[in-house]
């Protein structure tokens, strides 16, 4: 099987939102861990892991805390991630040939079940399966993790979008903020390192530092032009 990047994303039904706190989200990014194996997974446990100074609380399953840990067999490489109020956005590649499908049904319908389970509700949570497109085109490739990492940016300054962002000291000080994706960890500062697989895009960034240095300068300079068939939404 040759190396494929995927970009995913799905969406709540009717636009809905599908996370409605940070329990929500906690628990999405658990089952990012948790159903990314080969292996038949229960998904009724999460741990969080504290850092002895309160820095981040990493994900996992029940069995992460016990000495010895049972080695995953991954079904995809998780490169890059973001939590939205009504969408997710994914990064993967396929371990095995069917991996991202049987990753995405056990991701959906694990996530949909705990939403519903909780909020006395019934019916679909997603608007369909999901969607995905395969990134071939080398700007594309630049640009996608990039753009999945800028999404928040929604929620405090959406004139990104159209090349309109002046206040960039402030954009930069949101996305540092903001936890629920896989920016931190490209940063440097350890969230939720468990749940993504970075060597391959921190080698084509050239390491921490450089994806440090180079977040300002894709905000000056990025453009949805770049990746208009990429972005799926």
């Not at 609380?57 to 995809?76: M, S, T, W």
């Not at 921190?202 to 208009?228: R, T, W």
Request: charged letters at 25%.
């Amino acid at each position: 099987m040759d190396f494929q990047l995927i970009h995913v994303l799905n969406r709540g039904v009717d636009k809905r939102k599908i996370f409605l706190d940070d329990q929500d989200r906690f628990r999405f990014i658990h089952d990012l861990f948790e159903f990314n194996d080969q292996k038949k997974v229960n998904n009724v446990f999460h741990s969080f892991h504290k850092h002895e100074h309160n820095e981040y609380n990493d994900i996992g399953c029940h069995y992460i805390q016990k000495p010895a840990i049972p080695k995953r067999n991954l079904l995809v490489q998780i490169h890059a991630f973001c939590l939205m109020p009504n969408h997710y956005h994914l990064l993967l590649s396929p371990k095995i040939d069917t991996g991202i499908s049987q990753f995405m049904q056990k991701l959906n319908m694990g996530y949909s079940k705990y939403f519903n389970e909780k909020y006395k509700r019934k019916g679909t949570l997603f608007e369909g399966k999901y969607k995905s497109v395969a990134i071939k085109n080398e700007s594309h490739f630049i640009y996608i993790p990039y753009y999945i990492h800028f999404n928040p940016l929604d929620l405090e300054a959406p004139e990104w979008r159209k090349e309109e962002l002046k206040n960039y000291k402030k954009a930069m000080n949101f996305l540092n903020q903001y936890r629920w994706s896989s920016h931190l960890d490209f940063m440097g500062k350890k969230n939720f390192p468990s749940v993504t697989q970075r060597t391959f895009l921190l080698k084509v960034f050239g390491g921490q530092e450089d994806y440090k240095n180079s977040i300002k300068a894709h905000l000056k300079d990025f453009s949805l032009e770049n990746i208009k068939d990429n972005t799926l939404e």
